[in-house]
């Protein structure tokens, strides 16, 4: 290997077995990465998507032949009846409320049933943690939408006990999480999506149960709208963005529920009748194409970084044989200045931003000091290599992305070159 970057010995060694004990694991995703491309490939066929598609429109937009098939071609993709894809959608969280808002009415239930959702969707439920100004900002709350909750088991799975006792035809939405967002729990996989529609909708035939699929798209050979929800959404900077998209956000699903959804993101009676799309049709588009591969390029990096860790003695969730349903990683460093040497190597490893040091920081939201490393083209998307790390128990760093496996590799191992040279590497 040529010299462009340096590394101990014993990183080298620990990154062969790593790749060793990765290969199967490593097939698996070739074959589900394949298996999606097809789809791909065939959802643009069908939508019979073509150069004129990517012309740009202004004002209204009306009748942009692009945006309508880019909707189609992200419902094939992603097995539902009807898609909303707009770069208009400024994140994954104003997706979700776009969603929330669009089909919940005053006087609805909504339950989650996987405790606590996202930190940035329980102030637009109104259950922020500060109390207060959870209310008066024009929350799900303040248009009468009452909130229920049912947290996850000790193990970190659904209480399906807790589901059968509290679902009753009175609830509206049946809410579930995917990805573990910034916890340990395992994130959920399309068949325990499905055993979780499955009994909403026998309990509350009427419900709707709507996933925040943030970070699973494509990261199995199908998607959760298979087995029966009936709503989901998620955001162009993580995986169905395939590191192009510049912002934006989808919304897929049921056809009647995806118009009420429309309908909030414009207005009624416009709803997807407009909306310009100034030229950013070919990105989506193009970055469609390659989610499925990035998403494996990710998925690899995971994997790998799992393995690696592993070998040096730390835990890691998921293990690098485990069957995931999102491109997390999280690594249980140990420490405050193991995480901090983490993610300085792993800013050392980004195509931008490489000479910046991450320091731990007061984020808004946390009651600890938080460290992060991202290096990207687009700011803050997580399909990116980037990582996170709250500075408190259990230590551990949250780990996604790359846009291709070698750079993440390349990132984990300065990762590790950099925890040696603090003297902070290995249990
Ligand atoms: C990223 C993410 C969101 C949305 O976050 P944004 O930062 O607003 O894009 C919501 N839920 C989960 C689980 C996520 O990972």
């Known amino acids: ?47 019979r998507v073509s150069e004129s598609h990517f012309a740009a429109s202004t004002g209204y937009g009306y009748g942009d032949r692009g945006r309508d098939a880019l909707d189609e071609v992200f419902a094939f993709a992603l097995n539902a009846e009807d898609a909303l894809v707009r770069h208009n959608f400024v994140s994954g969280t104003h997706t979700i409320a776009t969603a929330l808002f669009g089909v919940l009415r005053p006087g609805d239930t909504m339950l989650s049933v996987t405790g606590i959702p996202y930190d940035t969707l329980q102030g637009v439920i109104g259950i922020a943690s500060d109390g207060g100004s959870a209310c008066g900002t024009g929350t799900l709350r303040d248009f009468g939408i009452r909130y229920e909750q049912l947290d996850l088991l000790e193990d970190g799975t659904v209480d399906y006990e807790g589901m059968r006792s509290r679902i009753t035809p009175d609830i509206r ?5 995917r990805s573990r967002g910034y916890s340990l729990r395992p994130s959920l996989r399309c068949g325990e999506i499905e055993k979780i529609a499955r009994l909403a909708h026998e309990l509350a035939p009427n419900c709707i149960v709507m996933l925040d699929n943030c970070y699973g798209e494509f990261v199995q050979e199908y998607e959760p709208t298979v087995g029966n929800v009936d709503l989901m959404a998620g955001s162009l900077i993580k995986n169905p963005g395939g ?12 056809h009647e529920l ?19 799309t100034l030229g950013h049709n070919r990105e989506l588009f ?11 390029e990710a998925l690899k990096t995971a994997v790998f970084a799992a ?5 040096f003695g730390y835990d890691v969730t998921p293990r690098y044989d485990e069957p995931r349903a999102d491109i997390i990683e999280s690594i249980m460093l140990g420490g405050e200045r193991e995480l ?48 996170d790390a709250p500075l408190r128990e259990p230590y ?31 249990r």
């Open 1 to 47: 290997m040529n010299s462009c970057f340096e590394f101990d010995k014993k990183i080298n060694d620990a990154a062969e077995k790593a790749e060793d004990m990765a290969r199967e694991i490593f097939e698996k995703i070739n074959c589900t990465t394949e298996q999606n491309q097809r789809k791909m490939l065939k959802a643009f066929q069908n939508a």
């Open 258 to 276: 995806v118009e009420l959804c429309s309908y909030r993101l414009t207005t009624p009676g416009t709803g997807r009748e407009i909306g310009c």
């Open 396 to 426: 551990a760093a949250w780990m996604q992305g790359a846009l291709n496996y070698h750079s993440g590799k390349l990132g984990v191992l300065l990762a590790a070159q950099k925890m040696l040279s603090d003297g902070v590497l290995g």
């Open 243 to 254: 590191g192009i998209a510049p912002t934006g956000g989808y919304i897929a699903g049921r």
């Open 307 to 311: 393995a690696f860790f592993e070998l």
């Open 286 to 296: 193009m970055g469609a194409f390659n989610a499925p591969h990035v998403t494996g």
């Open 173 to 177: 939405m049946v809410y579930i999480q």
């Open 340 to 387: 901090i040497a983490f993610c300085q190597g792993i800013q050392q490893g980004a195509p931008v931003d490489s000479f910046v040091v991450p320091e731990p920081w007061d984020m808004p939201g946390y009651d600890s000091k938080v460290v992060m490393a991202a290096g990207a083209f687009t700011l803050g998307a997580s399909i990116e290599l980037s990582a």
